[in-house]
């Protein structure tokens, strides 16, 4: 079976601080790995994505991830957060076996302090 | 730019009320699904529709159905109403087969049952 875990409820951090959220991946085979972001009320918005190559991944709102494979994980990461960037975070990773299929974590509400 | 439109953000239904949920997309996508997103639980996949009339179940089709009549529209159908279907409801699309796309996601339905 194929999964992911985002092991945090929630993260809290003050703006200007490093931040990261955590997710781990359970994938038989190579994955395809996603970040979505969700502000209130809104739907999911892509931010980035590792298929394969460059373990670091850049994405939209300065936003990056990192592909670890030793360790299953693809945390995403910001080197100076902002209270815009409160919202909620999901991990998902593509189906090996249906490409048309995802699987999503349970979500890490990110908090940004001022 | 590219959208997928739920016509409706707030929903409040009887108990045993039928209850339509629309959703279109006007990127010529073949694949269109439904989510339902519940605090702690993420989003788990109700149904899925590959193509025009094709429909198949997700992790949670019970108390549901679907309809998919025309490319750009995928109706997610609630046969009757019940208080633990009140729920975030997300429509997305995508383009089928090995590509490296994620998903578009709509805004969300918030339906309330009572």
């Known amino acids: 079976a194929q999964s992911v875990a985002q092991p945090e409820d929630q993260v809290n951090v003050a703006e200007g601080n490093p931040l990261t959220v955590k997710c781990t991946y359970s994938?038989?085979?190579?994955?395809?790995l996603f970040w979505y972001v969700q502000y209130p009320n809104r739907g999911l918005q892509f931010l980035l994505k590792y298929i394969t190559g460059d373990n670091l991944v850049k994405g939209s709102y300065g936003f990056e991830a990192e592909f670890n494979k030793s360790q299953t994980s693809f945390h995403l990461k910001k080197p100076s957060a902002l209270v815009s960037d409160s919202a909620l975070y999901f991990c998902?990773?593509?189906?090996?076996?249906?490409?048309?299929?995802?699987?999503f974590g349970s979500g890490t509400k990110l908090n940004v302090k001022p | 730019d590219v959208k997928v439109t739920q016509s409706s953000r707030y929903l409040v239904k009887r108990t045993g009320e039928k209850v339509f949920l629309e959703c279109v997309q006007d990127?010529?996508?073949?694949?269109m699904f439904w989510y339902r997103q519940d605090p702690g639980l993420g989003l788990r996949l109700i149904y899925f529709s590959y193509d025009v009339k094709m429909k198949e179940k997700g992790d949670i089709p019970e108390g549901y159905s679907v309809s998919r009549e025309k490319k750009e529209r995928f109706s997610l159908i609630l046969e009757s109403a019940s208080t633990n279907q009140t729920s975030m409801y997300l429509c997305?699309?995508?383009?089928?087969?090995?590509?490296?796309?994620?998903?578009?996601f709509g805004s969300g339905t918030r339906l309330t049952v009572v």
């Open positions: 990127m010529d996508h073949e694949n």
């Open positions: 998902a990773v593509r189906d090996l076996y249906n490409f048309n299929k995802f699987y």
């Open positions: 997305a699309s995508s383009e089928p087969g090995q590509g490296t796309d994620g998903y578009t």
């Open positions: 994938v038989s085979g190579n994955p395809y």
